[in-house]
């Protein structure tokens, strides 16, 4: 199969030029410093949390096609923190998810909860952005930067007041997570063949760190898993197909919480 991240990630630089070209970096920085809004942590929301659940709004994917093509982060999002989740994520993504920075500023006067900025981010540019959109928390990708990067991109995050979940899914991406990461995650799938194994998240427990919140990702849908990786150190799970593929996500949001805990 085709590397899918590969392919993201190079629509993600171009896309990225043009918007640069019609914000430049030194416009988005004011946009970003000038929001008042206090941000919430996520890690300290997760930990807080009974299910530790990060509920995701999620239009569709690479993989699976529209999940929900017509879903209203207005709607659903709201719904998610009525029903117990412990964070929100929304994906930003236009070309491959069907997001839109639009969603997070869509959502953002309606929850308390903590909102994670889930993207592609390959520049400093997209950090300022989740401050201005109302962002809580960004993604950062282990297997599309260096350590490096991750360092710089997160020490700008956190100039802004924001949290960084940095995302891993092998035993080579390890080394990218450092004393200043607040929370890791564990992506039960593959980004280049979207292959998912929730046994990536077993493997790689005993080698995180035990003093931050632990999240495992993707391919989470039985109560059973849930309290398995719980009893593995996970304190937070990333779900959103699981619940974006029901009629009311928020019941099933809920349904799940029941039945996990």
Not at 16 to 36: G, N
Request: aromatic share 4%; proline share 5%; charged share 25%.
């Amino acid at each position: 199969m085709t590397d899918i991240l590969h392919t993201i990630v190079e629509h993600k630089k171009a896309e990225l030029a043009e918007r640069m070209a019609r914000v430049p970096l030194r416009e988005m920085i004011v946009r970003a410093e000038a929001v008042r809004r206090p941000t919430v942590s996520m890690s300290r929301s997760l930990l807080r949390s009974p299910s530790g659940i990060i509920a995701e709004f999620k239009r569709r994917s690479p993989s699976k096609g529209w999940i929900a093509r017509e879903a209203r982060p207005e709607e659903t999002v709201p719904a998610y923190e009525r029903n117990g989740a412990a964070a929100l994520s929304i994906l930003t993504d236009e070309a491959f998810f069907g997001g839109s920075v639009r969603d997070v500023e869509a959502v953002r006067p309606l929850v308390t909860l903590p909102v994670l900025r889930k993207d592609f981010v390959v520049d400093a540019y997209q950090i300022y952005e989740a401050r201005a959109m109302g962002a809580d928390a960004v993604l950062l990708i282990a297997a599309v930067l260096s350590g490096e990067q991750c360092h710089r991109l997160t020490r700008t995050a956190h100039g802004l007041g924001l949290e960084v979940l940095l995302e891993i899914h092998c035993e080579e991406e390890l080394g990218h997570v450092t004393a200043e990461t607040d929370m890791v995650g564990v992506n039960n799938r593959h980004l280049g063949t979207f292959h998912t194994d929730v046994r990536h998240s077993f493997a790689l427990a005993g080698r995180l760190p035990s003093d931050r919140p632990l999240v495992s990702e993707s391919g989470l849908s039985r109560p059973e898993s849930l309290r398995e990786l719980r009893a593995a150190g996970f304190g937070g799970f990333l779900i959103g197909e699981t619940l974006m593929k029901t009629p009311d996500p928020g019941a099933a949001l809920r349904d799940l919480i029941e039945q996990s805990l």
